[in-house]
């Protein structure tokens, strides 16, 4: 991770440490160095690149920050307005773009936002190009063989311009509709669109597919996005299908990368959950590529139990869906994601994408000709304590030996009973503290006796 950009985007609170003009300069960057990229390979038409923005208030800052950039360095600048993570990922992808912005915070709260880019085969950003940006940012920029000051503007018949691109994401809207194998008349779907970028989207799919479909949070003022809606308030959507009856439901985040879902007795129905369920489908059928499901250290003690009894292979990387895609494309595997609800299909997307999961599960349900519960039922979930613990030195207080003895003696007390885990934060100043066992009190035992540890140390806030 960089100075700026962590595993998802350049992330930071509006105004405070993410402003206009770092998205004036990361626009000013990439429309001059995808152009001379282009200009270098004998090619003098500007570049293109394709901008997409959830529903916070801050987003429209940030989009004309960043239109404003591109122009001024001769890139023309496509606009898809507000819609999710995943649309801006398939667009630059199909429709040949040097790259795109997605303007997004993900799950966090409307105050924060963040600029995630992504290349033109619809990835995230190679850090190379990453890292140019940075040093762009902080005036010490050097590539093709020179420094550079300052970026020369475009003039005259060179100055980019804008383009109005909705139908970029109608086109996306369309995609997702044609992956629908069945027909979903007669179930009764709930939608939580947490006010975010989905809002405007995934009804239309299911409503296209022939579902009954019930929407909440699906009305966006530019400060609700998140706000006790979506998939980090999975509680919500829990009570509204068993109020209303509903065959399932599912929740996205707010730029909708990611899915959890609710079974028809509103359950939680996990990353985890969705990885078996699919995984276990995709085997039936032998369509599960090397046997192989990718998840990540976090995922659940119990998902990689319930896939050594039905045998199923799987792979387990660092947290990020980033890291997640990286061994899926090295590998060829077909299906990989996190608990949290970034689920990667590689066959038919190139990011997690939440409307897409759920046409997924929808399929399985479908086919199978059987509930939700019934299909996530054999994978017994461990209990699980997570502690975040503020620190002042993640690295220091993960590397300290005293703090590693203490894992170690935990991990081996519990042996093949269960896990611990213990890992840095990517985004903040935390120590995740984790425990998986058979009771929560065994796992709450060994949490406690980490974090006194941090404490005794002196590494805690």
């Not at 600029?115 to 050097?142: F, H, P, R, S, T």
């Not at 009804?203 to 929407?215: I, N, S």
Request: with cysteine; proline share 2%.
């Amino acid at each position: 991770m960089g100075k700026y950009f962590g595993t998802d985007g350049f992330r930071g609170t509006a105004n405070e440490n993410l402003t206009a003009d770092h998205a004036y300069k990361v626009g000013r960057f990439l429309g001059w160095y995808y152009g001379e990229l282009k200009k270098r390979g004998g090619d003098d038409t500007p570049a293109r690149i394709v901008i997409g923005k959830d529903t916070r208030r801050s987003s429209y800052m940030f989009e004309y920050s960043l239109v404003g950039g591109l122009t001024a360095s001769g890139a023309d600048a496509y606009l898809l307005h507000v819609t999710t993570t995943p649309s801006v990922a398939y667009v630059s992808r199909v429709d040949g773009f040097d790259c795109a912005i997605m303007i997004s915070a993900s799950h966090n709260p409307y105050y924060d936002n963040g600029l995630k880019l992504i290349n033109g085969k619809g990835e995230k950003m190679e850090d190379e190009v990453i890292d140019l940006v940075e040093a762009y940012l902080d005036g010490e920029l050097e590539v093709f063989g020179e420094k550079w000051t300052e970026l020369p503007f475009a003039k005259n018949e060179k100055i980019g311009r804008s383009v109005d691109y909705v139908s970029g994401r109608n086109r996306y809207i369309g995609y997702l509709i044609s992956l629908g194998v069945y027909s979903f008349r007669g179930m009764k779907i709930g939608l939580d669109c947490a006010n975010g970028a989905a809002w405007n989207i995934a009804k239309a799919v299911f409503d296209a597919l022939g579902a009954e479909t019930h929407v909440i949070n699906a009305a966006p003022n530019g400060v609700n996005i998140n706000d006790n809606a979506g998939s980090t308030h999975i509680e919500v959507l829990q009570k509204y299908v068993v109020e209303n009856g509903l065959d399932a439901g599912f929740a996205y985040d707010g730029d909708a990368d990611r899915c959890l879902c609710v079974d028809e007795k509103g359950n939680l129905i996990s990353g985890d959950h969705i990885l078996y369920i699919y995984g276990r489908y995709m085997k039936e059928r032998d369509k599960l590529v090397n046997n192989t499901v990718v998840a990540t250290v976090m995922s659940n003690f119990g998902l990689f139990k319930a896939f050594d009894e039905i045998g199923i292979n799987y792979a387990k990387t660092a947290v990020g869906d980033k890291y997640v895609y990286e061994y899926m494309k090295e590998h060829g595997c077909s299906i990989g994601g996190e608990q949290s609800g970034h689920i990667i299909f590689s066959k038919y997307a190139s990011t997690g994408d939440g409307i897409l999961t759920s046409l997924k599960i929808m399929q399985v349900i479908m086919s199978r000709e059987k509930k939700l519960s019934e299909l996530a039922a054999p994978f017994k979930v461990f209990p699980q304590v997570l502690e975040n613990v503020r620190v002042k030195d993640k690295t220091a207080a993960q590397a300290d030996p005293d703090v590693q003895a203490a894992v170690e003696k935990a991990s081996a007390e519990l042996g093949a009973t269960g896990r611990m885990l213990v890992r840095e934060s990517g985004t903040e100043p935390l120590v995740r503290v984790m425990a998986e066992a058979e009771s929560e009190e065994i796992c709450r035992k060994y949490v406690d006796s980490i974090v006194d540890v941090l404490k005794a140390k002196g590494h805690t806030l």
